[in-house]
């Protein structure tokens, strides 16, 4: 089993910055990608960016330029720093790990990032 815990959301005006982090723990053995997906209200859950064991990453359209992912491997840690945030990245962040042996994806419960304009 393994443990996520997502940190770092909060209230934040259009054009700030926040940095969310995500640790994994337990059984942390064979763990490829990391990321995070969120979801608005009303809206369903979508690809914020992912990053692999590798370093390579990936970005939704929505936030290139403007998030970037980052990972500690020896801390199963992953950050996603967000600038220039816009009302329409409130949402629900979840940070997920996925393991490459077949073991599966693991969520958090979701940390809240809300965007006033």
């Known amino acids: 089993q393994v443990h996520v815990v997502e940190s770092g959301g909060g209230l934040v005006q259009a054009g700030g910055s926040l940095r969310l982090s995500c640790a994994a723990s337990?059984?942390?053995?064979?763990?490829?990608?990391m990321g995070w997906h969120r979801q608005a209200p009303g809206k369903q859950r979508e690809l914020v960016a992912f990053?692999?064991?590798?370093?390579?990453?990936n970005y939704a359209d929505s936030v290139k330029g403007r998030f970037t992912i980052s990972r500690d491997v020896a801390k199963n840690t992953v950050y996603l720093q967000m600038n220039s945030l816009k009302p329409e990245d409130t949402a629900v962040y979840y940070c997920?790990?996925?393991?490459?042996?077949?073991?599966?994806?693991?969520w958090g419960q979701g940390t809240q990032v809300t965007v006033s304009s």
């Open positions: 337990g059984n942390i053995l064979n763990i490829d990608s």
């Open positions: 997920f790990a996925v393991k490459t042996d077949g073991g599966g994806a693991y």
């Open positions: 990053i692999t064991s590798s370093g390579r990453t």
